[in-house]
């Protein structure tokens, strides 16, 4: 009897080990899309909304909201913080490192930062730096987009 009672608690904590959360950490996240930009007269606000895939999310979605006609003539300028979210319908909340940007308009490239600060779901307390680059064809009205960096959730 009591040589069974250590093998049956050494099952158990392999168990607990097995089915024991892992712990939070950095996760790399790399992804890719394309998406429209949608003029939005009543906010005065060009609307990027994309769709693409990225490790850890599976499908994804990305919006933020930029002052109107400024990607015209070479300034990325966000209003307010946009959303990622993913294939579970968890959503990422981020804001742009920068209050704005210049860029070429003949090349239509932008390269910044964003800062995730919390989400939906089990992305509630997420953090992280993620590497954003944004190729706008020559209208502005479609554009690639590539994320490249790590979230802490």
């Known amino acids: 009897m009591f040589r069974l009672v250590p093998r049956i608690a050494v ?3 392999l168990v607990a080990g097995t089915v024991a959360p892992a712990a939070a950490g950095d996760r790399p996240v790399k992804g890719s899309g394309k998406g429209e930009v949608f003029n939005d007269a009543l906010l005065f606000t060009d609307v990027l909304q994309g769709h693409g895939r990225a490790t850890h999310f599976g499908r994804t979605k990305i ?3 930029v002052v109107q006609d400024y990607l015209r003539l070479g300034i990325f ?3 307010g913080g946009g959303w990622l979210t993913t294939a579970s319908g968890d959503s990422l909340y981020f804001v742009f490192n920068e209050e704005y940007s210049f860029f070429d308009p003949a090349t239509g ?3 910044t930062k964003l800062l995730i ?6 992305f509630l307390d997420a953090r992280g730096d993620v590497d954003v680059k944004f190729v706008f064809d020559s209208n502005f009205s479609h554009f690639l987009f590539l994320i490249d960096g790590s979230i802490n959730y």
């Open 117 to 122: 600060l919390g989400g939906t779901g089990h």
């Open 77 to 79: 300028y966000p209003v």
């Open 11 to 13: 099952i158990l904590l």
């Open 109 to 111: 490239v932008i390269s």
């Open 63 to 65: 919006e933020a909201s």
